[in-house]
């Protein structure tokens, strides 16, 4: 009998790894079993270059079936007119969007990174940084977005594109505001939902359709599917959907993975349902309930609390970097990352914080109780940052919550 592949092996070990560890990481979430169905079937071996009916190969009968269920699905689900589902990643999703609609040396406005930008909006170590000038707006004092900034630098810079949209942000935006100062200085508003996506679809947090001329999305965060991008937009603004699409294919990609696309359309069912909702509405109030813990056990969080699935710890006052607290909280089986606070004054390696992110422990309908223990655990360990014997303590507990609620229930 030929040995199975060592790669099975790991995947196995893989498995127990998230069913282990408590999961913070914000970005991350678990898709169900169908949607892993659909992602590891024999779609994969099908190439389809191009858009319904009018692909590159032939063979695309059922294929056109499936990308049009996505398409229709998206749309239901976020009030949109227009979907485009192939983007590999909300990477790939965001680059479309800017060769869509920009000249290399056009002028990009988005949030600062270490504020809570991403890296895709114009940062230098990121193609778009190096293709477009790019100017940042940031936080102001109370680690708000500070829409004047976002304003002055409108005005004075005439940016073709206005980004909004961030990863680790915690409060609502106002994209209202946003739209004004584009409608205003004549810019392209782009609204990069990929990570509050999920809470959108639950109508949890107002939706960027109503006020973007485009919005980009990750379908892997709070959206639960699969990683993968998308691009949606709402209104009739055919020309520009046109050179969207051409962009996305055959711009920057290749053939669409349809295998993705068809764990993307059972993601928008779901999502569409009223327990998604009902997920959601839990993620926040996680998010919110483990952000005061902290706040009463002293430690400091950025923009004061939060709205969303996510919030950041500012570990200044506590004299640890964002790597330790990673590593400490790693060997205790509780996975969230480091991340940079407004200003930081650390690499992005080293940082002064970290993120927590609510998705994974709601998903697996951790209760009130043991959020709130998994909470205080986080607290002693930081509060005791080289005491193995607290790390040792902490980790029995964590492994025991997580056998209490497993993610898959394989057996
Ligand atoms: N890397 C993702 C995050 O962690 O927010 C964004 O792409």
Same mark, same amino acid.
Not at 85 to 88: A, D, G, L, R, T
Not at 306 to 309: C, Q
Not at 343 to 346: I, L, P, V
């Given at each position: 009998m030929e040995k199975q592949d060592k790669i099975f092996k790991l995947i196995k070990l893989e498995l127990k790894r998230q069913e282990n560890n408590i999961n913070l990481i914000a970005s991350e979430s678990y898709a169900n079993l169908n949607i892993i169905k659909a992602q590891g079937s024999?779609?994969?071996?099908k190439y389809a270059e191009g858009y319904y009916k009018k692909?590159?190969?032939?063979?695309?009968k059922y294929i056109d079936k499936i990308e049009k269920i996505a398409i229709n699905r998206a749309k239901k689900l976020f009030k949109a007119d227009y979907v485009n589902?192939? /983007?590999?990643s909300g990477s790939q999703a965001n680059l479309a969007v800017f060769n869509a609609i920009l000249k290399p040396g056009d002028t990009i406005l988005s949030m600062k990174l270490n504020h809570g930008g991403h890296l895709t909006h114009g940062s230098k170590i990121n193609i778009s940084g190096k293709i477009y000038k790019t100017k940042f707006y940031n936080l102001n004092k109370k680690e708000k977005i500070d829409y004047n900034k976002v304003e002055y630098l409108s005005k004075k810079y005439k940016p073709k594109l206005i980004i909004a949209g961030f990863s680790s942000y915690s409060r609502i935006c106002n994209w209202k505001i946003f739209k004004y100062i584009a409608n205003l200085y004549k810019s392209h508003l782009l609204i990069d939902m990929a990570h509050i996506a999920g809470l959108v679809a639950a109508k949890l947090y107002p939706n960027p359709l109503k006020y973007a001329h485009i919005v980009t999305s990750t379908t892997?965060?709070?959206?639960?599917? /699969?990683?993968g991008g998308i691009i949606l937009a709402k209104g009739d603004n055919i020309k520009l959907y046109n050179k969207i699409n051409s962009s996305v294919f055959p711009g920057i990609q290749g053939g669409p993975l349809m295998h993705v696309i068809a764990a993307k359309a059972i993601c928008f069912k779901e999502a569409l349902k009223n327990k998604f909702k009902i997920y959601q509405k839990n993620i926040i109030k996680n998010s919110k309930y483990m952000a005061k813990i902290f706040i009463k056990k002293k430690f400091k969080i950025v923009s004061n609390g939060?709205?969303?699935?996510l919030f950041l710890i500012n570990l200044n006052n506590k004299n640890i970097t964002g790597i330790k607290a990673e590593k400490k909280l790693s060997l205790a089986n509780i996975i969230i990352n480091k991340n940079c606070i407004p200003?930081?004054?650390?690499k992005p390696f080293i940082t002064s914080g970290i993120r927590i992110g609510t998705t994974c422990i709601t998903y697996r309908k951790i209760k009130r109780k043991y959020i709130k223990q998994i909470t205080y655990s986080i607290c002693e360990i930081l509060n005791n940052i080289n005491n193995y014997k607290i790390i040792k303590k902490n980790k029995k507990i964590i492994k025991k919550i997580c056998k209490k609620y497993p993610i898959y229930n394989f057996n």
């Open positions: 024999i779609l994969t071996n692909r590159y190969y032939a063979g695309c589902v192939q /983007p590999h892997h965060k709070t959206l639960s599917g /699969p990683r939060t709205d969303t699935h200003d930081d004054n650390k």
